[in-house]
């Protein structure tokens, strides 16, 4: 016992005995005044080496120094971790493609030859921009000659109207001489109308994603598509979530999106979850915005999402290494009760709930442990509930 207190007292004799024999070695008020920057920085790994070094020989000696003394009990030596509070977020990783509502084939509304396609592969349109034209079949020439009868019509029935009104000439004249202009009206508002259609306007801002049909060709309604538009700028993710997550996923929940093949990673939120389940997979379809103003996200890139379902702004998180179970396959840890001078405690067996787990190897404990509680680390496995242990530190 004696030799380890001599040996204790002479550490740091021996120290700054060495010290001095290296007398070439500057001081390290020398070092500070040649304001080098590497020959500084080369001095304080050197010093925090050796600071190292002397902590984890205070320690060993200490400990045995404990073990030795035949003044102290013989207590098995623990290590503790103190319990504090944590945020813990919890996230279900699925996979999902990209998609875009504005992704369509643009379809003429009117049936002749396509006399003038303004667009070409590539490019990019804004909405309500003229993009191609049907040919009308005479369909103006038809209209005039409608309008040249509708003004004889309207001379008609203006003068059986004077008429009417004096009590000359019969009713049915009248009301047939109205229901003529009435008619025609019609028929020309029907034909501008049919005509107005001979112009294909783009239905919202994007890009012509391929050109189908060649200006010349016959074209109809439905039958004929010219050419498909894409809107880069409105896209989002789609993906399948395991319908045991669906109490847990809401609108505006937060996810981590990242494209692999981008090397890109954005946060975002659901927009929308599906109101029917799949009944063979037994999911729920989920879409989440993803920005894309350098319109690099295309349509059917794979996306692996990270969805938080679960947050605990005051969670109690411990290593998993740290649980133990019984027999039953019951978790439980070893809880210390208050230290005295000697850092002497009693153990106790603690169960515990446990909750979700991290990806760095923490599990959330629901119940069973508080903030501030100290659980044993090493040497919790030889221990039996109220067994008595020293608490050392690391």
């Given at each position: 016992?004696?030799?380890?207190?001599?040996?204790?007292?002479?550490?740091?004799?021996?120290?700054?005995?060495a010290c001095?024999?290296?007398?070439?070695?500057?001081?390290?008020?020398?070092?500070?005044?040649t304001?080098d920057?590497?020959?500084?920085?080369?001095?304080?790994?050197?010093?925090?080496?050796?600071?190292?070094e002397?902590?984890?020989?205070?320690?060993?000696?200490t400990?045995?120094?404990?073990e030795?003394?035949t003044?102290?009990?013989?207590l098995?030596?623990?290590?503790?971790?103190?319990?504090?509070?944590?945020?813990?977020?919890?996230?279900?990783e699925?996979?999902g493609?990209?998609?875009t509502?504005d992704?369509?084939?643009?379809?003429?509304?009117f049936?002749?030859?396509?006399?003038?396609?303004?667009v070409?592969?590539?490019?990019y349109i804004?909405?309500?921009a003229?993009?191609a034209?049907?040919?009308d079949?005479?369909?103006?020439?038809?209209i005039?000659?409608?309008e040249?009868?509708?003004?004889?019509?309207k001379?008609?029935?203006?003068?059986?109207?004077?008429?009417?009104?004096?009590?000359?000439?019969?009713e049915?004249?009248?009301l047939?001489?109205?229901?003529?202009?009435?008619?025609?009206?019609?028929?020309?508002?029907?034909?501008q109308s049919?005509?107005?259609?001979?112009?294909?306007y783009?239905?919202?801002?994007?890009?012509?994603?391929?050109v189908?049909?060649?200006?010349g060709?016959?074209v109809?309604?439905?039958?004929?598509?010219l050419?498909?538009?894409?809107?880069l700028?409105t896209m989002?993710?789609?993906?399948?979530?395991?319908?045991?997550?669906?109490?847990k996923?809401?609108?505006g929940?937060?996810?981590?999106?990242?494209?692999e093949?981008?090397d890109?990673?954005?946060n975002?939120t659901?927009r929308?979850?599906?109101?029917?389940?799949?009944?063979?997979?037994?999911?729920?379809?989920?879409?989440?915005?993803v920005?894309?103003?350098?319109?690099?996200v295309?349509?059917?890139l794979?996306?692996?999402?990270?969805?938080?379902?679960?947050?605990?702004?005051?969670?109690?998180?411990?290593?998993s290494?740290?649980?133990?179970?019984?027999?039953?396959?019951d978790?439980?840890?070893?809880?210390?009760?208050?230290?005295?001078?000697?850092?002497?405690?009693?153990?106790?067996r603690?169960?515990?709930?446990?909750?979700e787990?991290?990806?760095?190897?923490?599990?959330e404990?629901?119940?069973g442990l508080?903030?501030?509680?100290?659980?044993?680390?090493?040497?919790a496995?030889?221990?039996e509930?109220?067994?008595?242990?020293?608490?050392?530190?690391?």
């Open positions: 016992m004696r030799k380890l207190i001599l040996l204790l007292a002479a550490l740091p004799i021996l120290f700054t005995t001095k024999k290296e007398k070439a070695e500057p001081t390290l008020e020398e070092i500070l005044a304001g920057f590497d020959t500084i920085v080369e001095r304080l790994e050197q010093e925090q080496k050796n600071s190292l002397i902590d984890r020989a205070i320690r060993e000696l400990a045995k120094k404990i030795l003394d003044t102290v009990k013989k098995p030596l623990v290590t503790a971790l103190q319990l504090q509070d944590s945020l813990f977020k919890h996230y279900v699925v996979q493609s990209v998609k509502k992704d369509v084939m643009i379809y003429p509304e049936s002749g030859v396509m006399t003038n396609l303004y070409r592969e590539g490019q804004r909405k309500g003229l993009v034209r049907v040919d079949g005479g369909m103006k020439q038809q005039a000659q409608q040249v009868q509708l003004d004889l019509a001379t008609t029935y203006e003068r059986q109207k004077r008429l009417w009104d004096q009590n000359i000439g019969s049915i004249q009248y047939q001489a109205k229901s003529n202009v009435e008619s025609l009206e019609k028929a020309i508002a029907a034909m049919q005509l107005s259609k001979v112009n294909v783009a239905p919202f801002s994007g890009i012509v994603e391929e189908i049909t060649k200006q060709q016959v109809s309604p439905g039958a004929t598509p050419f498909r538009l894409v809107n700028g989002y993710v789609e993906a399948e979530v395991p319908e045991s997550y669906l109490p996923i809401k609108r929940t937060q996810v981590e999106v990242e494209f093949a981008l890109r990673k954005y975002s659901v929308r979850i599906n109101n029917t389940i799949n009944p063979n997979s037994r999911s729920f379809i989920v879409e989440v915005n920005p894309n103003k350098d319109r690099l295309k349509p059917n794979i996306a692996n999402l990270r969805l938080n379902d679960y947050t605990n702004k005051n969670a109690i998180l411990i290593p290494s740290l649980i133990l179970e019984n027999a039953n396959g978790s439980y840890v070893f809880v210390a009760d208050s230290l005295n001078q000697q850092n002497e405690t009693m153990v106790s603690t169960p515990l709930e446990l909750g787990s991290t990806e760095d190897g923490y599990v404990v629901l119940t508080e903030t501030g509680q100290q659980i044993i680390e090493e040497g496995k030889n221990l509930d109220g067994d008595e242990v020293r608490i050392y530190s690391k």
